[in-house]
């Protein structure tokens, strides 16, 4: 037994270690990926529930690292965000945006792109001023800006002030992954926002588990009564989106419509679109 016992904790440890080490070089190698465009961006389109049509698309970041192999969103970005390295990482994803709005608007003058905001991007100046300049130049009309309810509890009077600026000057706001925070409509109520993106949490079993239906029916009521668009994430087959659909949520995002995909593929997707 001693033995046994001797080797799950040198299992363990090696475990732990490994994590440690995996995160520590992650945090080494981000400064090298930001100064040398070792990011990519992929969009996952937003489709009309009524009919299915791409009416936006959410702006994905990926990563892929020599030595590191394909490190994931949700590993490097909470380590972007406590290292501060997050700030250069949103300033390149906006302009990335940017360019991809003006490519996009040569097909069709109606797109809007949903960029992802950290908590710490709320509270210094960088994403401020780099959206006051987009501002000038008319691009708040085709950005989203998608913030988590948790983002916001960081620094509250802060960030709320920041995102009433930017809703003052035209950008929407989504409160992404609805559901998993602590607050409620009651209490978000108050915040300048125009859309409610359901967490996949509640979508992924809808099917098999009314106590979801329930749930995401009474969600979409009430958005509704406060005139919030509502968006449900993750969705994976045809079935939900019947229900989702009777059920008058707005707009679907999920693998059943499309996986993240590259500019070139979202580019021929609209087109393709366009042509029915
Ligand atoms: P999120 O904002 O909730 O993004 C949705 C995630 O769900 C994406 O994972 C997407 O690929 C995945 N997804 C979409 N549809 C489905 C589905 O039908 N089934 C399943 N199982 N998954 C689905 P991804 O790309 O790995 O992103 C993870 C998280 O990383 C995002 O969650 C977001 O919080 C963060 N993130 C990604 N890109 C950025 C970025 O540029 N900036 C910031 N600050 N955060 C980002
Ligand atoms: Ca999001
Ligand atoms: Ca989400
Ligand atoms: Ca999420």
């Known amino acids: 037994h001693a033995k046994e016992q001797n080797q799950f904790v040198a299992f363990y440890r090696e475990g732990f270690d490994e994590a440690h080490l995996r995160r520590l070089a992650i945090v080494e190698q981000l400064p090298k990926a930001i100064a040398n465009g070792g990011f990519k961006l992929v969009a996952q389109p937003k489709v009309l529930a009524s009919t299915g049509r791409t009416v936006a698309a959410e702006i994905l970041i990926r990563w892929h690292d020599e030595t590191l192999g394909w490190v994931g969103p949700d590993e490097f970005i909470p380590l972007a965000e406590q290292s501060g390295m997050i700030t250069e990482i949103t300033h390149w994803v906006v302009k990335q945006a940017e360019h991809w709005v003006n490519q996009l608007l040569q097909l069709q003058d109606e797109i809007k792109l949903s960029i992802n905001i ?39 009077e802060k960030s709320i ?13 989504s409160i992404d992954d609805y ?8 209490q978000i109520r108050r915040l300048p926002i125009n859309e409610l993106k359901i967490d ?5 079993y809808l099917m098999s588990q009314p106590e ?65």
């Open 118 to 156: 950290s908590a710490v991007d709320l509270i210094n100046d960088k994403l401020a001023n780099d959206l006051i300049a987009l501002s000038q130049r008319n691009m708040q009309r085709y950005l989203i800006l998608e913030v988590t309810e948790s983002a916001l509890m960081h620094e509250p």
């Open 212 to 276: 979801d239906q329930s749930i995401v029916r009474s969600t979409i009521q009430l958005a509704h009564e406060l005139n919030l668009r509502v968006v449900a994430e993750g969705v994976e087959d045809e079935a939900s989106w019947r229900w989702l659909a009777e059920h008058q949520c707005d707009v679907l995002q999920g693998y059943y419509f499309s996986k993240p995909i590259s500019f070139d593929d979202l580019h021929l997707r609209l087109l393709k679109e366009k042509e029915h």
């Open 179 to 186: 559901g998993t925070g602590y607050s409620s409509l009651s």
């Open 161 to 173: 002030a920041c995102l009433q600026m930017l809703s003052e000057l035209g950008y929407e706001i």
């Open 200 to 204: 996949r949490a509640f979508i992924q």
